[in-house]
């Protein structure tokens, strides 16, 4: 028979074990684009989006490119998985896989990820610039196109953590799960925004009058806690102007919003009108000095570059020293082929006032003597 090795001096030797894994989680989607043939000529770097699909609690689309990414690979059409990626997320790290779907649901053409690639505020897009060759799609031996329209099965693959040792044929030990994270400062805050601890200050913006907490303002903001802390008359103000003639209402109660939440306003995160609130919430961030505010803004800015925008967002990117949003307009006219100096005559022929650059205004301290 066969029974367990035993040590000199009769004492058994216990065996553990360890399986080493990374834990995933995946979702699918399926995409139909009718009248694909009205899809060919739309441009190259234009996509068509579908509708969205969740995966680990995050919104994801699937981009398809009909005339190719970028001018280099006009004869391949792309497809591209993208995720709305918010402040309260943590980078992830995603495989993706696009499969070309027959009229019975059968696959006949499938490409994936070589990699797992990360989802972050930087790049919140990954896909395949080369999927398939127009003329592969369109053969009559492939059989992807039927009636005029064609699907794509995308798999959003998520790795949760990264790898880590799970014990197994361990009797006797009590696991227990680890603590969850701190929410102190969550709990702080959603405190004080819910108004049951009295207001402490009052700032004027266009007439409008808006009560907030010192300490909550000062600490999100070295523009504000120089203001309400420092040596200058105003702190003991009992209502201060704080617009400066830059920073509107609306925009101003966006910044209160970010300083109690941590997050965009819901207008300015959702929504084509969103457009002129975050470009006004991006000055206003970068006046009172909220580096985080501005770079969140700056991302959601980057979902607005077009044909029409990229002009704008570029001078503006240069004139508030805002690198990320410069580089996302550089790579879009990139992909459309458009050079930096015929963007700078673009905004030289438009007769485009040269915005200026927003200093901090926070009242002189007074002197004494």
Known sequence: GVGPSVAHGGDTTAVTGSISEVPKVSG????????????????????????YFSVDGRRWYIRFYPDGYSTADGAWVAFYAQTLYKPQFRPVRAEFTFQLLGP????????????????????????????????????????AIHADSITVRCTVTIHLARRRSLAINRPGLVQMPPPPPSNHGENALR??????????????????????????????????????????????????EVGGGIVTAEAFRGVLHFIYTDELPPEAAKGRGSYDLTLRLFEAADYYLIERLKLMCACRLGDFIK???????????????????????????????????????????????????????????????
């Open 28 to 51: 699918t989607h399926e995409f139909t684009i009718r009248e694909y043939s009205r899809t060919k000529g739309m441009g190259v770097g234009k996509s068509i989006l579908s509708q």
């Open 104 to 143: 019975n649901g059968d696959v006949r053409h499938t490409r994936r990820s070589d990699r797992a690639c990360k989802y972050d505020t930087f790049c919140n897009s990954w896909g395949i610039r080369r999927y398939i060759t127009r003329e592969q799609l369109e053969s009559a031996a492939l059989g």
């Open 307 to 369: 044909d029409s925008t990229v002009d704008e967002l570029m001078e503006i990117a240069e004139d508030y020293s805002c690198k990320d949003l410069g580089q996302a307009c550089r790579n879009f006219a990139a992909r459309r082929g458009l050079s930096l100096a015929a963007i700078k005559r673009r905004l030289l022929s438009s007769g485009a006032a040269p915005a200026t650059r927003r200093i901090m205004d926070v009242p002189a301290p007074s002197t004494s003597g």
């Open 191 to 240: 405190f004080l925004a819910g108004g049951k601890a009295p207001f402490d200050v009052r700032f004027d913006v266009d007439g409008e009058i808006f009560e907030a907490h010192r300490m909550v303002v000062a600490a999100q903001s070295a523009w504000f806690e120089s203001l309400l802390y420092g040596h200058g008359r105003e702190a003991g103000k009992d209502v201060l």
